[in-house]
């Protein structure tokens, strides 16, 4: 068979209860292949042999994952100041049609890395549809990418207070000046990474204005990212 050719019904049948058993065990054991599995869930309906293929592939990942790889934190705990949070986010496949409303799927990736060395710990994975109907790739990158940045500052946040202590709150620190202060400024600060595959995104979110051909909604988001970024 060709890879493009639709599969039959005792293929069908056997990649459903594949996938399930792959979906159950990356959602308890392996979320950094949760991903993969959200994709092929979504490939039931017009199933072809490519996907086949690729289901194949994803359980021989897992049988050859490491068991220690979900251990690997306490590895990257070496200096305060190597520890970084990166956020991979990407989205795709929403309606081009105006008249269509349809979400987009969407997804990201958080780990715990360190500055010097490859080990990554994977703190949090989410695959699903968008938060909002979408009709163009800028739209869906850009809702990815705001939820994403939003969660990797939450992560970072939780990984100073488990460094330095827990910090008062908002009203204590807004009263104060917490920020400026001694205890404020010794803290360790952990840097966030984002990556994205959307030039358009990054180019507008660092342009020094918003460009006036952005629609309302659009320019919302852009603004939403930029908060995000100055935090």
Same mark, same amino acid.
């Given at each position: 068979?060709?890879? *493009?050719?639709?599969?039959?019904?005792?293929?069908?049948? *056997?990649?459903?209860?594949?996938?399930? =058993?792959?979906?159950?065990?990356? *959602?308890?054991?392996? *979320?950094?292949?949760?991903?993969?599995?959200?994709?092929?869930?979504?490939? !039931?309906?017009? /199933?072809?042999?490519?996907?086949?293929?690729?289901?194949?592939?994803?359980?021989?990942?897992?049988?050859?994952?490491?068991?220690?790889?979900?251990?690997?934190?306490? =590895?990257?705990?070496?200096?305060?100041?190597?520890?970084?949070?990166?956020?991979?986010?990407?989205?795709?496949?929403g309606s081009q049609d105006a008249e269509d409303d349809k979400k987009a799927q969407s997804g990201?990736?958080?780990?715990?890395?360190?500055?010097?060395?490859?080990?990554?710990?994977? !703190?949090?994975?989410?695959?699903?549809?968008?938060?909002?109907?979408t009709h163009d790739s800028f739209d869906i990158e850009t809702i990815t990418g705001v939820e994403?940045?939003?969660?990797?500052?939450?992560?970072?946040?939780?990984?100073?207070?488990?460094?330095?202590?827990?910090?008062?709150?908002?009203?204590?620190?807004?009263?104060?000046?917490?920020?400026?202060?001694?205890?404020?400024?010794?803290?360790? =600060?952990?840097?966030?990474?984002?990556?994205?595959?959307?030039?358009?995104?990054?180019?507008?979110?660092?342009?020094?204005?918003?460009?006036? =051909?952005?629609?309302?909604?659009?320019?919302?988001?852009?603004?939403? /990212?930029?908060?995000?970024?100055?935090?």
């Amino acid at each position: 068979k060709r890879r *493009q050719d639709s599969a039959t019904v005792p293929e069908v049948s *056997q990649f459903r209860s594949v996938l399930g =058993k792959t979906a159950w065990y990356t *959602q308890h054991h392996a *979320q950094e292949f949760l991903y993969e599995t959200s994709r092929l869930q979504g490939r !039931v309906s017009t /199933l072809e042999v490519q996907d086949l293929f690729d289901v194949n592939k994803l359980v021989r990942s897992l049988k050859h994952k490491d068991s220690r790889y979900m251990h690997s934190l306490p =590895k990257l705990r070496g200096e305060d100041d190597d520890l970084r949070i990166t956020v991979v986010c990407d989205g795709g496949n929403g309606s081009q049609d105006a008249e269509d409303d349809k979400k987009a799927q969407s997804g990201y990736f958080i780990a715990l890395t360190s500055a010097v060395g490859s080990e990554c710990g994977v !703190v949090y994975v989410r695959s699903g549809r968008a938060k909002r109907v979408t009709h163009d790739s800028f739209d869906i990158e850009t809702i990815t990418g705001v939820e994403a940045v939003d969660a990797g500052l939450a992560c970072a946040a939780l990984v100073e207070e488990f460094l330095a202590g827990p910090m008062p709150s908002m009203k204590v620190r807004a009263m104060i000046g917490w920020l400026q202060t001694e205890e404020g400024l010794s803290r360790p =600060k952990v840097p966030l990474r984002v990556y994205t595959d959307c030039n358009s995104l990054t180019v507008n979110v660092r342009a020094p204005k918003t460009v006036r =051909k952005l629609s309302r909604r659009r320019a919302v988001d852009v603004a939403d /990212l930029r908060e995000c970024v100055a935090l």
